[in-house]
Every structure is written in structure tokens, then in C-alpha cells.
């Protein structure tokens, strides 16, 4: 039995799912850059690029919460702040299909990545000098 706590369990689940929505949009605009015709095809295949960078960074950091790394919360904490700017943004643009589902993610990440058991089971008892 691991002594990972269910809530880091569920952060790392909530992050390495918008990891793989990362992956299939910019998968997705990559595909409609090779067969569409897009007004501007390099900046296109910029964004591809990134989405799929960005999810294969959130799946590396799911994976660390997951192996109880340290490392892993501060980038968790971070794409959960920028992920709560897009589902407002998304919210505020008459989105609301999409962002209050992701806003709903976002604010289970946070809570879960920044609570007391999840807490305890990466940083331990020490105490900082």
C-alpha cells in the first residue's frame, strides 16, 4: 500500500487529464493546419506545437504527483492558476460548456494539490530553517 493520500491521487488525475486535453486539441489544430488552409499556417503549427508541449509537460507533472515528487506541485499549482484564467476567459466569452466543467477541474486540482495530506505526504514533517 502507497502512503499517497487520495488527494494527491485525484491532483495528479485531475492534471494529467487536462495534460491529455492539451495533447488532442493541439493534436487537433495540427491536423486542421495539414489538411485545412489556414490563413497563417506557421503560427498554426506554432500553436500545435505548444499545446502538445504544454500536455506533454502536465503529463510528466501528473507523473511526479503520482511518484509523490516534490517537484511536481509547483508546476501542478501553476497550470491550475493559468487553467482557472482560461475557463473564466472561456466562461466571459459565452463558453460556459467548456469552462464551468474546466473551472469545476481547476478548483478540485487546487484543493487537492494544496491540502493538508497532500501537504504531509510530499514535504513530510520537516520544517523549514
Given at each position: 500500500?502507497?502512503?499517497?493520500?487520495?488527494?494527491?491521487?485525484?491532483?495528479?488525475?485531475?492534471?494529467?487529464?487536462?495534460?491529455?486535453?492539451?495533447?488532442?486539441?493541439?493534436?487537433?489544430?495540427?491536423?486542421?493546419?495539414?489538411?485545412?488552409?489556414?490563413?497563417?499556417?506557421?503560427?498554426?503549427?506554432?500553436?500545435?506545437?505548444?499545446?502538445?508541449?504544454?500536455?506533454?509537460?502536465?503529463?510528466?507533472?501528473?507523473?511526479?504527483?503520482?511518484?509523490?515528487?516534490?517537484?511536481?506541485?509547483?508546476p501542478?499549482?501553476?497550470?491550475?492558476?493559468?487553467?482557472?484564467?482560461v475557463?473564466?476567459?472561456?466562461?466571459?466569452?459565452?463558453q460556459?460548456?467548456?469552462?464551468?466543467?474546466?473551472?469545476?477541474?481547476?478548483?478540485?486540482?487546487?484543493?487537492?494539490?494544496?491540502?493538508?495530506?497532500?501537504?504531509?505526504?510530499?514535504?513530510?514533517?520537516?520544517?523549514?530553517?
Amino acid at each position: 500500500m502507497s502512503n499517497r493520500p487520495v488527494t494527491l491521487t485525484v491532483a495528479a488525475v485531475v492534471v494529467a487529464l487536462e495534460g491529455i486535453l492539451a495533447v488532442l486539441l493541439g493534436g487537433y489544430v495540427g491536423v486542421e493546419t495539414v489538411i485545412g488552409k489556414p490563413s497563417d499556417p506557421i503560427s498554426s503549427l506554432f500553436v500545435a506545437g505548444f499545446g502538445i508541449a504544454v500536455g506533454a509537460a502536465l503529463l510528466w507533472v501528473a507523473w511526479g504527483l503520482l511518484q509523490t515528487q516534490r517537484w511536481a506541485r509547483g508546476p501542478g499549482v501553476v497550470a491550475q492558476i493559468f487553467t482557472t484564467i482560461v475557463a473564466i476567459t472561456l466562461i466571459q466569452s459565452g463558453q460556459g460548456a467548456m469552462g464551468i466543467p474546466l473551472i469545476a477541474a481547476t478548483l478540485a486540482g487546487l484543493v487537492t494539490l494544496l491540502s493538508p495530506p497532500t501537504t504531509h505526504a510530499l514535504y513530510g514533517d520537516e520544517r523549514p530553517d
